[in-house]
């Protein structure tokens, strides 16, 4: 019987429009009904993660920052895993050596020192992967991210990485330009303690290498006393595959990348088809099926 259900947030649970459909949302609280315990696992920052769920009614623990920071339902941090801070220096002066555009996430905030720049980006980013979404939608939505201060301008990182109330939980690199995007990936390569994932062919999400989205579920899971292999994971992208490898019941999105496919038990629908309700309701089928 499934007893959990971790699922990723973008380019799985929302759709095109950065929203979670009805059908999604339907899907949650049927298994949240029959008392499963759903959990939101995301690269996003925490902030994020709620601003996407808003209006949706969908209340439950979040596990952030791939993993560097777990929230219960009530938005009460219950467990966080940060870069320490000599690490964290040596990856910031490896990346501005790059000259590649970066965020800093931290247990106080996301910060950017190039609001326009990250705005820029992240149109290019979503449109290359929904050319059905408008670009003014994409645009809207970007600029959402500073004006509901889920990620705040700063002139510069120095100050962020010298303030000892500032834990640096990732660094989230993102480019269109993918020779300097795999400029930045050679440039962190034999980091001790620092795991280089990816949402995306157009991003580096390099974080401690136990701030994974399959080890802070699995503790998150033991807490409970429920087990990895009566857990659903679902996802898209290489930051999920540290969870997919670990459940017993594994689905890979439609659009998702074919090596995530390939690591997966059982596939689903695309994100702008509500793949994650597909998967869902197929996954509590065979686990009740005799």
């Known amino acids: 019987m499934i007893t959990s259900i971790a699922t990723d947030m973008d380019g799985t649970l929302l759709n095109g429009k950065m929203e979670v459909s009805e059908a999604n949302q339907a899907a949650i609280k049927k298994a949240q009904g029959l008392g499963v315990e759903v959990i939101v696992a995301t690269g996003r920052s925490y902030a994020e993660a709620r601003f996407a769920l808003e209006g949706t009614g969908i209340e439950c623990p979040i596990i952030a920052v791939n993993g560097a920071e777990v929230r219960n339902a009530a938005g009460e941090v219950i467990q966080f895993t940060a870069l320490a801070d000599d690490i964290a220096d040596d990856i910031y002066r490896r990346l501005k050596d790059v000259g590649v555009y970066f965020e800093l996430y931290t247990n106080q905030g996301t910060y950017t020192d190039n609001p326009d720049k990250a705005v ?5 980013i979503v ?13 809207e939505s970007a600029k959402q991210r500073v004006n509901r201060k889920l990620v705040l301008p700063v002139e510069g990182y120095e100050k962020i990485l010298r303030d000892m109330n500032q834990h640096i939980y990732k660094f989230f690199v993102f480019s269109t330009d993918y020779i300097l995007l795999q400029k930045a990936a050679d440039r962190l390569e034999g980091i001790s303690g620092v795991a280089v994932s990816s949402s995306g062919n157009e991003n580096l999400e390099v974080t401690n290498d136990q701030a994974q989205k399959g080890i802070a579920l699995e503790a998150y899971l033991s807490s409970k006393g429920l087990s990895m292999k009566d857990a659903l994971a679902v996802g898209d992208n290489y930051n999920d595959l540290s969870m997919l490898e670990r459940v017993g019941y594994s689905y ?18 695309v994100n702008n088809e509500s793949g994650v309700a597909q998967a869902i309701e197929d996954a509590l089928e065979r686990s009740t099926v005799k």
């Open 252 to 269: 890979a999105m439609g659009n998702a990348d074919v090596n995530i496919k390939r690591a997966c038990r059982f596939e689903t629908a």
């Open 127 to 139: 449109q290359s992967a929904h050319p059905e979404t408008s670009v003014e939608e994409i645009r």
């Open 120 to 124: 820029e980006l992240l149109i290019d």
